[in-house]
Antibody, heavy 115, light 110 residues
Framework: QVQLVESGGGVVQPGRSLRLSCVAS????????MHWVRQAPGKGLEWVAI????????SYADSVKGRFTISRDNSKNTLYLEMNFLRTEDTAIYYC????????WGQGTLVSVSS | QAGLTQPPSVSKGLRQTATLTCTGN????????AAWLQQHQGHPPKLLSD???NRPSGISERFSASRSGNTASLTITGLQPEDEADYYC???????????FGSGTKVTVL
């Protein structure tokens, strides 16, 4: 069965960096576009970034453009999110999700940005 | 980035029908349709219907999606207590080159 497992979250000070990972299993990882989606405490879902399956196309939400970088290693079935210059408003649960319709989700990893 | 418009809440009685709406524009919902997701408190979202209005395997037939122009709809028939959750729509926006989510609708079963 499809499984997505995020890791790398934690507490970090504003301005610092963090790298999230999402390990996929149960499907051919390289065949799917993959997303990062976040959810601030008590708030709705916010799309963060996508890395498509072919053509190495990436796209970002305006709120993270220039600070966050999405990447993937198909040989390791892993999606990454490098987050730099973190702000307090980046505090959220970060989920990875699969495909154009977000058909599978991980359990999420909590990122807390606080001084 | 502008999101999709969803009503904040919908309340209906047990076994009644609820219809949730998601309004976008020609660049997102009107262009490629919208996916619908359900999220129970403390859990990750779950896909109910993809942007072509198809239900994934295992999703109850009580959930059905449709689209008319720039508005997508999710109809939940025979409401059950377990349907109490937040519901989100999402679509790719060709103008923004980004995905957008609705702000979510909280469904309460009375």
């Amino acid at each position: 069965q499809v499984q997505l497992v995020e890791s790398g979250g934690g507490v970090v000070q504003p301005g610092r960096s963090l790298r999230l990972s999402c390990v996929a299993s149960g499907f051919i990882f390289s065949d799917y576009g993959m997303h990062w989606v976040r959810q601030a405490p008590g708030k709705g879902l916010e799309w963060v970034a996508i890395y498509t399956s072919g053509g190495n196309y990436k796209s970002y939400a305006d709120s993270v453009k220039g600070r966050f970088t999405i990447s993937r290693d198909n040989s390791k079935n892993t999606l990454y999110l490098e987050m730099n210059f973190l702000r307090t408003e980046d505090t959220a649960i970060y989920y990875c999700a699969r495909g154009g319709s977000f058909d599978s989700w991980g359990q999420g990893t909590l990122v807390s940005v606080s001084s | 980035q502008a999101g999709l418009t969803q009503p904040p809440s919908v309340s209906k009685g047990l076994r009644q029908t609820a219809t949730l709406t998601c309004t976008g524009n020609n660049n997102n919902v009107g262009h490629q349709g919208a996916a619908w997701l359900q999220q129970h408190q403390g859990h990750p979202p779950k896909l109910l219907s993809d942007r072509n209005n198809n239900r994934p395997s295992g999703i109850s037939e009580r959930f059905s999606a449709s689209r008319s122009g720039n508005t997508a709809s999710l109809t939940i028939t025979g409401l059950q207590p377990e349907d109490e959750a937040d519901y989100y729509c999402s679509a790719w926006d060709t103008n923004l080159s980004a995905y957008v989510f609705g702000s979510g609708t909280k469904v309460t079963v009375l």
